[in-house]
């Protein structure tokens, strides 16, 4: 789903996760249905959130869930608030050199241009993002004109208001969206980013990341994985 460029050097310091501990935090966003969102009870929940329960749970990990702001979210792993990032983080090589991902837990999902009309110019008018996402570093290296918002609910008020003539995101996030909003419109032009998603761990982690690695493995293995992801609506199932 997103790309960071965050200054997270200054935090690369050694916050190495001792396997002794007696719980691993699982750091997400809590702000993108159906992957992860705060539910009515006010608990994390969604796709990630049963995702992340049942890895652990094969992992014999005992794990409890933090939520923390998307544009800070890998500096605070970095720095030792959480153990892991599982919020629809897509595997990029930029990401990559400061943190470690597990094996993807989903394909790439295709991004999507929403708008207020069919006719919206996407290749060279103002689009939203998010921040920090691969989606605003698509639309950066493009013709159009950028604007960015801290979360992916500004982005869609930012189209609702006139601020942008479209918001670039996941569709599995936008067509929820679209389908309850009758003024909102799905362009028909889908762009593939990104290596799919994984799990951040630091990269001093090895050994968290390679037990929710194997986690992953079984649960492709027996189709559980592929039963999440069509019960979420999330993508493409893995073959």
């Known amino acids: 789903m997103n790309k960071l460029i965050l200054g997270v050097s200054a935090l690369a310091f050694t916050a190495s996760m001792s396997m002794a501990m007696d719980v691993v935090r699982m750091g997400t966003e809590g702000a993108y249905p159906p992957w992860n969102f705060i539910n009515d009870a006010g608990e994390v929940d969604g796709f990630e959130r049963e995702l992340g329960d049942e890895l ?141 998603v994984g799990m951040g761990v630091r990269e001093s982690d090895g050994e968290l990341k390679a037990k929710f690695d194997a986690a992953i493995d079984s649960m492709k293995a027996d189709g559980s994985l592929n039963a999440l992801i069509t019960k979420w609506e999330i993508g493409e199932t893995f073959e």
């Open 56 to 196: 652990c749970k094969r992992a014999e990990l005992t794990c409890e869930w933090v939520t923390n702001e998307w544009d800070s979210i890998i500096p605070n792993l970095v720095s030792g608030n959480y153990d892991t990032i599982i919020a629809g983080m897509s595997i990029t090589e930029e990401r990559d050199e400061v943190i470690d991902f597990t094996q993807n837990y989903t394909q790439p999902d295709p991004t999507l241009y929403v708008a207020m009309s069919m006719d919206a110019d996407v290749m060279g008018g103002v689009i939203a993002a998010q921040t920090g996402t691969i989606q605003a570093s698509h639309i950066a290296d493009s013709d159009a004109t950028l604007v960015e918002f801290a979360t992916p609910e500004e982005t869609i008020a930012a189209v609702r208001n006139g601020e942008a003539d479209a918001v670039f995101a996941d569709g599995s996030y936008l067509l929820p969206i679209a389908a309850e909003d009758d003024s909102l419109m799905v362009l028909d032009k889908k762009v593939l980013l990104g290596g799919g």
